[in-house]
Every structure is written in structure tokens, then in C-alpha cells.
């Protein structure tokens, strides 16, 4: 067991004009995750730290944080792997804060809603499932692992100068439906990120793909997406 | 965000160290220096009007050692802003989105050499 100072950045709109960072000794043990650091602080020092979580085990993304410099999930960060004795947690940057580590996701969301991201079906619903080949199955890899942490959103700076920016989540699921071969929208879903809110304002810096926790390439994604609305206008492609 | 929310979100903590974001800022930083560089251009070569003895004159002070190490940190900016530029139409092109950053060092060693060339030209007039 070892001492490890937790830095966290902390933030009450009801009562502080501006965020400060406060420490926080914690005895870490075995495989302690971050995500558990904080619990720890919770419930035996303040119990007014707010943060985001739900799963622990790195799938659902409500523990998305910027921890010593990372894009991280704080679950899935083993504090003793880090190999430092002093652990910054911050808040995701350059996203409006609620309290503490909570963000508001209000905005991030909207957008997410604005590509449709559902499977749309024109055709009657056949009676048994829609089959895929593996071959089309391969490519809902990459983007079906996203966990919408938000990571990507909060390290774009095409975001941060935009913010009727899609933004890159939004895009790789946009990507995801697009390019699922049971996805029968057409053009459907196209005005929602064929414009300059939409893949046209990435402008390939890749942050997104560096901040992914689950280690995700939204970059790819929204390159597709731009040649495929080459291909659909200029040479009447169906994708 | 709003205005309130731009000065508690946590935005000095969020410049990513990333490769892609520096190359995207030197992108930036160089296309203004060239469109900068395109009004003095045509300025310069718009004083022809009065004359080819006056223009000549003009020219002459492009010897200037400074003059000519601006002109070397030009040659830096177009190679720097053209290579790169090649690198992001391949990444528009689908090319390379994966190893954006051993494409981006490629690049940069064909502009490093390509600059070596004008500087072997252009540093006798600088020292």
C-alpha cells in the first residue's frame, strides 16, 4: 500500500466564482482504479466531490476524465500502473462544467440525436433477422465500440472554434449506421453531416483518435463519410 | 458554451499534445504567412510602373542578408505549407489515416532536404 496525492480539480457554481484544485492523500492498494480513488475521497474525506460514473468496467463512458495530461476513464486506470505519486484529475477540457468533474453533456447529445443514429429500415421488416456477411459485419468493428465518454468531443479543436460542430462522436456514429449494410437511409441521414457543421469542419488534426479511451478511430470514420458524399453526388454511388 | 461557461470549463488543461494538432497549427501559421507574403508580392512587383531602372533598384535591396534569410524562411513556409498539404489530400483521399504521423515525419524529411538545397544557395549571401 502507498500514499498517492489526488489533485482534483473542484468546482461549486453555487458558491465558488472560479475552480480550484484540491488534494487528497489516498492509501492505494492492489488494483485500484482511479474511478475507486474517488470513491474513496467520497466517502471518507468529501462527500461533496461530484463526479460521473456508472458502469466500472469501461463500457457505458460516464467516467471520461483528463487525468495526469490523458484523455482517460477513471475505471479503467490503475492508479498503481501510472507510476507516479501525484494524480491530476481534471474534468474533460473545453466542455461547459456542472459542478466539480460533471460536465454537461447537454449539447453532446443533441448533436449525437441529429445524425439519427438508428438503423433505418424502408423495406418490410423480414420475418426473420437481417442477416450480414462477415465481411460486412467487419466493418461495424471499429465504430461499434464507441462508448460516447466523449473523450473525442472534448479534444477537438475543430469543437472548441465551432460549436454548431457536429463533432467527431457524432460523426463516427453517423459512419457506423452509414456504413451498415443493413442501413437502408439512403440520402436520409445525409443532410444531418454532408455540410459545413458536419464532416467538411474536421479538419484531420486526429486528436480524436489520440484521446479515444477505447482507442477508436473517429478520423477514419469522417474521411469515409466525406468520400462517400463524393461518390453519392458526383458519381450517383449508393455509399 | 457561453461566456460564463468558457471561464470555469477547464480549457488551459485541453491543448492536447497530439502531432496532429501542432501540424495543424504550423499549417495554419504558414498559410497566413503566405497570403500575408502575396499582398508584399504584389506590391513589390506592382513598383515596375514606375520603371525597369526603379524596379531593378528595389530588387537589389532583396541582397540584403536579412532580406535573403526572410526569403529563406519563405521557401521554409511554402515547402512546409505544400507537403503538408499533400499529406492531409491523401488523408482526404483515405490514404494514410492510420500512420498520419510516419507520413507527416516523411514529409517533413523531403522538405528538410529540399530546404537544405536553398539554404546551401542562400547562406553565402547571409554571412
Redesign the interface.
Known sequence: MSDITFHV?R?D?AVDK??YYQDFVVPVEGSMTVLEALFDIQEKQDGSLAFRYCCRSSICGSCAM?IN?RYRLACQTNVAHMGVPRVTV????????VRDLVW?MEDFFVKYEAIKPWLIRNSALPDTEITQSPAERLKLNMPIDCILCAACY??C?SV?TE?NYLGPAALLKAYRFEVDSRDEAGRERMPSWDNERGVYRC?????CS??CPKEL?P??GI??L??SAVRRRLLGRKK | ??AK?R????????L???L??W??LLFRISGLILVGYLFVHVWVISQGRAGVDELNDLFDLFHHPVLVFFELMLVAAVLYHALNGVR?VL????VG??Q?KTVFWAVMVVAAATLAVFAWQALPSIF
Open positions: 480539480k468546482f457554481p472560479a475552480p483528463y495530461g481534471e474534468p474533460l477540457p473545453h466542455v461547459p462544467l454537461d472534448s479534444s479543436p472548441w460549436e479538419h484531420t488534426i486526429a486528436n489520440e484521446a478511430n478520423t477514419e474521411q469515409w466525406k468520400g | 458554451m457561453s461557461d471561464e470555469t470549463a477547464n480549457v488551459g488543461s485541453g492536447w499534445k497530439g496532429g494538432m501540424a495543424w492531409i488523408m482526404d483521399l483515405g489515416i492510420r498520419h
